[in-house]
């Protein structure tokens, strides 16, 4: 396969910017070049690519990318390290889904105590302007 950046992408569903920020960071080798300079990249290229795509989906950040390539890059290791990066991610989700909940109950306590009255009378403009409520990180988009 002799693909070129723009066919990668395609390919791959990874904007052509993002490929040139995986190259500069290392998550992706750099490719071979054709003497006009431009980049050809071969079936590595699309399922390494595929892989990072797929973990960002799962949220995961370019650190445990890394690590999880390196996993990947020498398949006769242990996987403890790769349990361990998915592990930590399922307790962030689970931390997310908790201040989520929270967020979702505050809201619907909100809308069930307005009485659609006056703005003066406003209960989600009354709590929204108490600002004592710590809804954590998802709170604050």
Do not use: W
């Not at 445990?64 to 361990?84: G, K, N, S, Y």
């Not at 991610?89 to 619907?108: G, Q, Y």
């Amino acid at each position: 396969m002799n693909l070129s950046i723009g066919e990668l992408s395609q390919r791959t569903d990874v904007k052509v910017p993002t490929i040139r920020y995986y190259e500069r960071i290392g998550l992706l080798p750099q490719p071979p070049r054709t003497q006009g300079q431009q980049r050809r990249f071969g079936n590595d290229a699309v399922a390494r690519l595929t892989f990072i795509r797929h973990a960002r989906e799962l949220g995961f950040d370019l650190d445990a990318i890394r690590t999880l390539l390196l996993l990947q890059d020498d398949p006769d290791q242990p996987c403890a390290v790769a349990d361990e990066i998915a592990k930590a991610r399922l307790v962030e989700v689970e931390k997310r889904i908790a201040a989520l909940t929270s967020l979702k109950a505050e809201l619907s306590r909100m809308i069930a105590e307005c009485a659609c009255g006056r703005v003066a009378e406003c209960r989600i403009i009354e709590t929204l302007a108490d600002g004592s409520h710590d809804h954590g990180p998802l709170a604050k988009g």
